[in-house]
């Protein structure tokens, strides 16, 4: 089934000149990149978006770390795009990613790496809807 799914390209990636690259990779899988937008997060956009990790003690280095250079934000469309995008980023530790992977490719550890996707499609409809409004969603 067709499905939408939220990305992230996060500032380690972005610094390093790889939103190229990386949009590479996601084209490659099959995903089709139908709303892309390079934006700086602000401190309150990043503390709403990991909300659910407020309690995690890496929280406060989460949020810096996403305010602390520009990101872009995605939504990518596709068969399964939300399972096929997990697959694609590989394991949220750049140490177990696996090989071709994003995260294998390009992360530099856990907290840089690389990239985001959302993890359920309720969570996707969130997501995207922090950022994109339907009129930028272009399929
Ligand atoms: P992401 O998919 O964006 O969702 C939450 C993020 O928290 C995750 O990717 C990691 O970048 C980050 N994260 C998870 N575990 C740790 C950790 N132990 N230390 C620092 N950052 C973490």
């Known amino acids: ?43 309150d956009q990043a503390k709403k978006f990991y909300e659910v990790h407020a309690a995690r003690p890496f929280y406060g280095e989460l949020v810096e770390t996403m305010t602390s250079a520009p990101v872009v934000v995605q939504v990518l469309e596709g068969d399964n795009a939300m399972a ?3 697959e694609v980023m590989g394991a949220t ?26 993890d359920s ?8 809807a922090q950022f994109f409004t339907d009129a930028d969603i272009v399929g």
Not at 4 to 21: E, H, M, Q, V
Not at 30 to 41: D, E, N, S
Not at 108 to 114: A, D, F, I, R
């Open 84 to 86: 096929k995008y997990r």
């Open 121 to 128: 499609l309720e969570n996707a409809k969130i997501e995207i």
């Open 1 to 43: 089934m067709t499905e939408r799914t939220f990305s992230i390209i996060k500032p380690d990636a972005t610094k390093r000149n790889l939103t190229g690259a990386i949009n590479a990779v996601i084209e490659g899988a099959g995903l089709r990149i139908v709303a892309q937008r390079r934006i700086r997060m602000t401190e």
């Open 93 to 118: 530790n750049p140490e177990q990613a696996a090989e071709g992977t994003i995260r294998k490719l390009f992360a530099l550890n856990v907290g840089e790496n690389s990239v985001h996707g959302s």
